[in-house]
């Protein structure tokens, strides 16, 4: 079974600093990573994802985030954030050979204050 | 339409009431998803099809739950007798194929039980 933990359900920062959210899996068997977030009255929309090859993926808006397989851990992280990422982030886990069904964390609320 | 639609997005519903809800996949997807969000968590597996097969319905809270898409396309949950603990966002998903690493998802039915 694949547990995933986001350990801060809620991060406010400044408009322009740095943020990382944690996230940090638990498998028995190899798994694929993931970073969903959801905009206020918005359905999930993925944000970027870890299948192989390089361990750091991006976004298209600036967001980046690390597998690291010996801390099991992908950690989403931007260098300097706007009004407009106020959204809740999720981060899951999908085993590699499956039908792709996810194990989602609980969730980090991030709130961007001017 | 592009994307995974579902209706009603809001359900208010007496204890004891039968509630269905439906959802669009983007079309050509061949695999559904269904997710149960409560308040303040994230996403949690219900149910999986494949084409019009349910492959995994390992999540299902209780058989008062029942999923079905008899014509590979559109999909139904269906809740029976609903109780207050089925207070919750459903979201559908659906992916191109088995397997497949991206899941689309729609914008969820928020069911209120009253």
């Known amino acids: 079974a694949q547990s995933v933990t986001q350990l801060d359900s809620q991060v406010p920062v400044f408009e322009e600093a740095p943020v990382e959210l944690r996230c940090n899996y638990s498998s028995s068997v190899s798994v694929y990573l993931f970073w969903y977030v959801q905009y206020p009255n918005q359905g999930l929309q993925l944000l970027l994802k870890?299948?192989?090859?390089?361990?750091l993926v991006e976004s298209i808006n600036g967001f980046e985030a690390e597998f690291n397989k010996s801390q099991t851990s992908f950690h989403l992280r931007k260098p300097s954030v706007h009004i407009s990422d106020t959204a809740e982030y999720f981060c899951a886990v999908g085993k590699v050979r499956g039908a792709q069904k996810l194990v989602f964390g609980q969730g980090t609320r991030l709130t961007i204050n001017p | 339409g592009a994307g995974v639609s579902q209706s009603p997005r809001y359900k208010v519903a007496k204890r004891g009431q039968d509630v269905a809800l439906r959802c669009d996949p983007i079309?050509?997807?061949?695999?559904l998803f269904w997710y149960q969000q409560a308040l303040g968590q994230g996403p949690e597996f219900l149910t999986y099809f494949q084409n019009e097969a349910q492959l995994d319905k390992s999540g299902l809270p209780s058989d008062r739950f029942f999923a079905e898409r008899p014509e590979g396309s559109v999909s139904t949950l269906k809740i029976q007798r609903t109780q207050q603990e089925d207070s919750a966002v459903y979201l559908c998903?659906?992916?191109?194929?088995?397997?497949?690493?991206?899941?689309?998802f729609g914008q969820g039915t928020r069911l209120t039980v009253v």
């Open positions: 998903a659906s992916s191109l194929a088995q397997g497949n690493t991206e899941a689309f």
């Open positions: 870890y299948l192989s090859g390089s361990t």
């Open positions: 079309s050509g997807h061949v695999s």
